[in-house]
């Protein structure tokens, strides 16, 4: 099979040799091949899961997700990963709470959902 690049994946490719990254024009269909295909596993491996959670759920399995229910599955997370966040973070052994060393960004989009949630 013969497969003719544009002139602009033929200027890439150029590009890509001159600076070394690849040795010639058939590295680039290899690497380009190569990166299709994971992402069609990446792809198969989506549906599959999506699959099986559309079963599971026309079991009656899974849980309804509302902000009610995200708020509490923040808080439940929270309290849990505290006592790891806790340990690990710099700072944390000094008295820093975990909010403070490790959960800033959490904290701060929680709050966020909070206040959209309001309005």
Do not use: N, Y
């Amino acid at each position: 099979m013969e497969i003719r690049p544009t002139p602009e994946q033929e200027a890439f490719i150029r590009q890509a040799i001159d600076a070394g990254r690849i040795a010639r024009p058939e590295d680039a269909a290899t690497q380009a091949m190569a990166l299709s295909e994971e992402r069609e596993r990446r792809r198969a491996e989506i549906l599959t899961r999506v699959h099986e959670a559309e079963v599971a759920l026309a079991r009656g399995e899974g849980t309804v997700i509302t902000p009610e229910t995200m708020d509490t599955l923040a808080e439940d997370v929270k309290r849990r990963a505290a006592p790891a966040w806790t340990r690990r973070t710099p700072g944390a052994a000094d008295g820093a709470s975990p909010c403070a060393t490790g959960f800033g960004r959490a904290e701060r989009h929680l709050t966020r959902h909070r206040r959209r949630r309001r309005r």
